[in-house]
């Protein structure tokens, strides 16, 4: 079916020449709500293709129910039967008065390539514009916009000429940007900035950062390098618009952004960036949230945005490195819920950890999480990604309701458990363990276990170490009373007590001895090594029961079966990697999936 557009009649129509159309038929290239309503009443513009240009028009309001009921949209071919021209801000803009969309076309692709339509101002009195009922139009957001802008010509005796270079431009929706034109400007916010990054290699050293644009088209992301950092790093500001021109438009590296465009900028020597005086056209960060339920379904390493309920906000930790014992980054974990029952751990790094200081149970909306697979499903958040707390975006406000209605008092299920129970490792009886002769090869085997504690080893359940952050080695005590580690060639006037319990569990069919290590040790004992022996000084007996109290309980054990030389034999150890309280409802379900199965 061939469009039945009015090819190249919208310029005799904005001109108002005598024998211009009386019934065009345009592509509707854009719909939009005006953020200014008057009297209450909601007004919607839209963008009219002719195929070879493109116009704004304004809908009478008594129209508006097309645009409501969806009938008006983009890419929808309408028939104009009553309209008018009118000069609004020095320009002309159509006033629809009445139409039909001719609804047999359907949604078609943009036609054709139409350009901006900049009908010169007339002469026509400004007075009796002042009249009219139509709102006044903020030209700027208008898709495509044009050369003249009101508020810049107003200025632009004060501005340096620059700036008038980049304000004179014709503004491209970033959508439209390419590898293949280069005389282009975009009016864009920033929605994130990342830090400074240093590198140092062979063949030299250097700095770079980059920030995120977004206009109503979409996003792209840009680099700067070097001399552009110490130029651009203090101009762009998060949360703020600019017109930016001359970048070098490059092939998107995907793996490192989780922006939606297939490029990416980089500036250049000769990038203008202006900081756009109407700040208020231009859409805040869009999202594409996923239910922490569904991260299950997400393939490791996508990049999703997430908005949940902060549950608990841990320490930030300084990592440094094994080697040089330097400082390397700085990293936080946070805890989210949702509506959807479920908790997931959240990772920030650098300058996000540091800064964080929302307080629990605030709405938090992340842009740019980085799926994990550690730990069944975490989430890490990239260095341009962004915190919002308490966005003004309607998932904000179901889920508040949600949290201040039932969620305070839900438990919540973890990726965590599901992931150790079934994804990673299988699951073993423990006469399986021993008939499949697991931990017997040379690569040591992992599996998980649903086994309940019968007896703890209590002699040497613990080894005084090393307090000094990541040693853990065994300390020797001194003549003088105090604590020796080896290893740190250094003296502690305490030792830090670490767990080394050797415990024996059983299920259904069989025994097996584990080891735990001190995180393990902690979570199934409830108490420090360190409280133990300070229990143990005070009142032998209550220490006792704390290893009674801790039997025959039951956990999930994750397992790692391994050949072990010991005094001439080899044997297998297993040791416990983690372990988890049992989650009853998974265990269920489990359960009926195996009785299914027969
Ligand atoms: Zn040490």
């Not at 009118?86 to 159509?94: A, F, L, Q, T, Y």
Request: charged share 25%; hydrophobic share 35%; with cysteine.
């Amino acid at each position: 079916m061939t469009e039945p557009i009015s090819v190249g009649s919208l310029k005799p129509i904005l001109n108002m020449q005598p024998g211009a159309l009386q019934k065009p038929i345009f592509q509707v290239l854009q719909v939009r709500k005006l953020t200014s309503v008057n009297n209450g009443v909601e007004r919607y513009r839209v963008v009219l293709s002719d195929s070879i240009h493109y116009a704004q028009s304004m809908l009478a309001s008594q129209k508006n129910e097309l645009v409501i009921s969806g009938k008006l949209h983009k890419g929808a071919i309408v028939e104009l039967t009553q309209f008018s021209v009118n000069m609004m801000k020095e320009r002309r803009i159509i006033i629809i008065i009445n139409l039909n969309v001719l609804e047999q076309y359907g949604t078609l692709p943009k036609i054709g390539t139409p350009t901006s339509l900049e009908a010169p101002p007339t002469n026509v009195d400004k007075e009796e514009n002042r009249n009219l009922e139509v709102p006044s139009i903020n030209q700027a957001t208008f898709y495509g916009n044009k050369p003249h802008m009101p508020i810049l010509q107003n200025q632009k005796e004060e501005i340096n000429n620059r700036i008038s270079s980049v304000s004179s431009a014709t503004i491209y929706p970033i959508e439209s940007l390419s590898p293949y034109q280069n005389r282009w400007t975009i009016k864009a916010r920033v929605t994130s900035k990342t830090e400074i990054k240093h590198w140092h290699n062979q063949k030299g050293e250097g700095k770079l950062f980059s920030c995120v644009f977004m206009d109503e088209s979409g996003e792209i992301r840009a680099t700067a390098f070097n001399d552009q950092v110490d130029m651009l790093y203090d101009v762009l500001q998060e949360g703020q618009v600019y017109f930016i021109s001359k970048c070098r438009v490059n092939i998107a590296k995907k793996q490192f952004s989780n922006v939606q465009n297939e490029y990416e900028l980089t500036f250049e020597r000769d990038t203008e960036v202006e900081k756009c005086p109407d700040q208020s056209t231009v859409p805040q960060a869009k999202f594409n949230f996923v239910f922490l339920k569904d991260l299950d379904n997400v393939e490791k390493d996508s990049i999703i945005d997430v908005i949940g309920i902060l549950k608990e906000v841990h320490e930030s930790v300084e990592i440094t490195s094994r080697t040089t014992q330097k400082f390397v980054y700085s990293k936080r974990d946070i805890f989210i819920v949702d509506s959807s029952n479920y908790s997931v751990r959240l990772t920030l790094w650098g300058k996000h950890a540091l800064d964080f200081n929302i307080p629990q149970e605030t709405v938090v909306a992340f842009k740019g999480l980085k799926v994990s697979e550690f730990n069944g499903r975490s989430l890490s958040l990239l260095n341009s990604g962004m915190v919002i707390a308490n966005p003004q975006i309607e998932e904000a406000y179901s889920l508040k309701k949600w949290y201040d209605k039932q969620g305070k008092e839900e438990s919540f299920a973890t990726h965590q458990s599901i992931v150790t129970a079934i994804r990673k490792e299988e699951r073993k009886t423990i006469a399986q363990i021993k008939d499949e002769q697991l931990g017997m090869a040379e690569q040591p085997d992992y599996f998980s276990i649903k086994a309940t504690i019968v007896f703890f080893k209590q002699e040497n359940a613990f080894y005084p170490a090393c307090p000094t952050a990541g040693c853990n080695k065994k300390v020797i005590e001194d003549n003088e009373g105090g604590w020796r580690c080896e290893k740190c060639d250094k003296s502690f006037p305490a030792p830090q007590y670490r767990y080394i319990l050797t415990i024996s569990v059983n299920d259904h069919t069989g025994q097996i001895w584990l080891s735990c290590f001190d995180d393990v040790g902690r979570l199934i004992i409830g108490k420090s090594a360190d409280d133990i022996v300070q229990m143990r000084e005070e009142n032998e007996q209550a220490a006792l029961n704390i290893f009674h109290e801790a039997n025959c309980k039951s956990y999930v054990f994750r397992v790692r079966a391994k050949q072990d030389s010991y005094n001439g034999a080899v044997r297998v150890r297993y040791q416990v990697m983690s372990a988890s309280f049992i989650n009853w409802a998974h265990e269920c379900k489990l359960l009926t999936e195996i009785i299914n199965s027969y």
